[in-house]
């Protein structure tokens, strides 16, 4: 098997492979540029917390820089230190609080009750198209204020901005380009008629103290939106296919379900949606791992081969929803540690609980599901499920 479809097909023997053999060592980025991939737990941790790895693309000396976005959507907080991090984090971070969480429970379970109705009670879908899709778009749109004929797009975007396809290189600009124009004229549309929503909250920020420049404004409504649906629908549809895969786990849960908080938290250490964190370059020379990294070079964290690495998880390529998660870092650690985890979280347990007590039969469907062709994200193509 080529290495690149081992990677999609099972990343986390290639990374216990490369956690025993170089745990820091250079590799090919995926647009052929190079960049250090580092696996093993104490080394990701560490490298998360280090400031002298930076996410602003100015330190990179050529290697791997990630997509190339232009400038109205690539100032966001993936490619910001503090203190600009800080600043923009902090006025985005009122809409992810743990109250204002608390109050979207319910608008989260009307909206997942809502879509079941639609699957009724028996039947066969693709549970990614019909549910995971729907819910985690509908939930960061609601919150942002994306009026519903914005929606429908927005997957074929995010799609060929996360996991390019080298067959359709155009792809990937056209989605850009729509992008682009579609947050331009959301925008326009906000300043002419305010609501009661995060991105009319954010212009009056913008409007009212030039905290936020234009294009900061316009990027971080990408971000919230792209990251908001991106990792939310990933880790529904990991979740559902790992406990369907683990029937005794999924029992355990079905008679427990007070086990859901904890469950989704081994779920997102077991089967992630990010690989990768977001690349990091290198301020200055320094050691990772006990190997040298040049000032410039591009650095790559894996999650997920840190959350499999059995000196810090006993057994780690078990499901075990009892299991003591403290420390994963499925969700990233540090000044850039997830700022939408607590609503991913809700959602995550709503979505499992409302789906597991409406849908008692839910079982795979056909031909095993497709992991979509990508190193940085682990995500299902599509679920097909019966019930």
Same mark, same amino acid.
């Given at each position: &098997?080529?290495?690149?479809? +081992?990677?999609? +097909?099972?990343?986390?023997?290639?990374?216990?492979?490369?956690?025993?053999?170089?745990?820091?060592?250079?590799?090919?980025?995926?647009?052929?540029?190079?960049?250090?991939?580092?696996?093993?737990?104490?080394?990701?941790?560490?490298?998360?917390?280090?400031?002298?790895?930076?996410?602003?693309?100015? $330190?990179?000396?050529?290697?791997?820089?990630?997509?190339?976005?232009?400038?109205?959507?690539?100032?966001?907080?993936?490619?910001?230190?503090?203190?600009?991090?800080?600043?923009?984090?902090?006025?985005?971070?009122?809409?992810?609080?743990?109250?204002?969480?608390?109050?979207?429970?319910?608008?989260?379970?009307?909206?997942?009750?809502?879509?079941?109705?639609?699957?009724?009670? $028996?039947?066969?879908?693709?549970?990614?198209?019909?549910?995971?899709?729907?819910?985690?778009?509908? %939930?960061?749109?609601?919150?942002?204020?994306?009026?519903?004929?914005?929606?429908?797009?927005?997957?074929?975007?995010?799609?060929?901005?996360?996991?390019?396809?080298?067959?359709?290189?155009?792809?990937?600009?056209?989605?850009?380009?729509? &992008?682009?124009?579609?947050?331009?004229?959301?925008?326009?549309?906000?300043?002419? *008629?305010?609501?009661?929503?995060?991105?009319?909250?954010?212009?009056?920020?913008?409007?009212?103290?030039?905290?936020?420049?234009?294009? *900061?404004? &316009?990027?971080?409504?990408?971000?919230?939106?792209?990251?908001?649906? +991106?990792?939310?629908?990933?880790?529904?549809?990991?979740?559902?296919?790992?406990?369907?895969?683990?029937?005794?786990?999924?029992?355990?849960?079905?008679?427990?379900?007070?086990?859901?908080?904890?469950? %989704? +938290?081994?779920?997102?250490?077991?089967?992630?949606?990010?690989?990768?964190?977001?690349?990091?370059?290198?301020?200055?020379?320094?050691?990772?791992?006990?190997?040298?990294?040049?000032?410039?070079?591009?650095?790559?964290?894996?999650?997920?081969?840190?959350?499999?690495?059995?000196?810090?998880?006993?057994?780690?390529?078990?499901?075990?929803?009892?299991?003591? $998660?403290?420390? $994963?870092?499925?969700?990233?650690?540090?000044?850039?540690?997830?700022?939408?985890?607590?609503?991913?979280?809700?959602?995550?347990?709503?979505?499992?609980?409302?789906?597991?007590?409406?849908?008692?039969?839910?079982?795979?469907?056909?031909?095993?599901? *497709?992991?979509?062709?990508? &190193?940085?994200?682990?995500?299902?193509?599509?679920?097909?499920?019966?019930?």
């Amino acid at each position: &098997m080529d290495p690149a479809d +081992e990677l999609v +097909e099972d990343p986390y023997r290639v990374y216990r492979q490369l956690r025993a053999d170089s745990p820091v060592r250079p590799i090919a980025g995926p647009d052929g540029s190079t960049a250090w991939l580092v696996t093993r737990y104490d080394d990701v941790r560490q490298a998360l917390l280090d400031p002298r790895l930076s996410l602003d693309k100015r $330190h990179s000396s050529g290697g791997y820089k990630g997509f190339a976005l232009p400038p109205a959507l690539d100032a966001n907080l993936l490619n910001m230190d503090p203190p600009d991090h800080t600043r923009i984090r902090r006025l985005v971070g009122r809409a992810f609080t743990a109250s204002r969480v608390e109050w979207l429970r319910g608008p989260i379970r009307k909206t997942a009750e809502r879509l079941l109705d639609a699957l009724g009670e $028996h039947g066969r879908t693709d549970l990614i198209a019909s549910y995971a899709g729907p819910l985690s778009i509908t %939930v960061i749109c609601d919150l942002l204020g994306v009026p519903d004929r914005h929606r429908a797009d927005f997957r074929g975007w995010t799609d060929a901005l996360v996991a390019p396809d080298p067959a359709r290189p155009a792809a990937t600009r056209d989605a850009v380009v729509a &992008m682009l124009g579609f947050f331009t004229e959301l925008l326009a549309a906000k300043r002419r *008629e305010p609501a009661d929503d995060l991105l009319s909250d954010l212009i009056r920020v913008r409007e009212s103290g030039d905290v936020l420049s234009e294009d *900061e404004l &316009m990027s971080l409504a990408f971000l919230v939106l792209l990251a908001g649906f +991106e990792n939310t629908v990933h880790l529904i549809g990991n979740a559902v296919l790992t406990l369907l895969r683990h029937p005794e786990q999924l029992a355990l849960l079905r008679e427990d379900p007070t086990r859901l908080p904890n469950a %989704v +938290e081994e779920l997102a250490r077991f089967e992630g949606p990010v690989l990768l964190a977001i690349r990091r370059f290198a301020t200055e020379d320094l050691v990772l791992g006990g190997v040298a990294v040049p000032a410039g070079e591009t650095v790559l964290l894996s999650l997920a081969a840190a959350d499999r690495d059995p000196e810090r998880f006993g057994d780690p390529d078990r499901l075990d929803l009892g299991r003591d $998660h403290t420390g $994963h870092l499925a969700l990233g650690l540090g000044v850039h540690y997830c700022l939408g985890a607590a609503l991913a979280r809700a959602e995550v347990e709503i979505a499992l609980d409302a789906l597991l007590a409406r849908l008692p039969g839910l079982r795979l469907a056909g031909a095993q599901p *497709e992991w979509r062709p990508s &190193m940085r994200s682990r995500s299902l193509t599509a679920l097909p499920v019966s019930y």
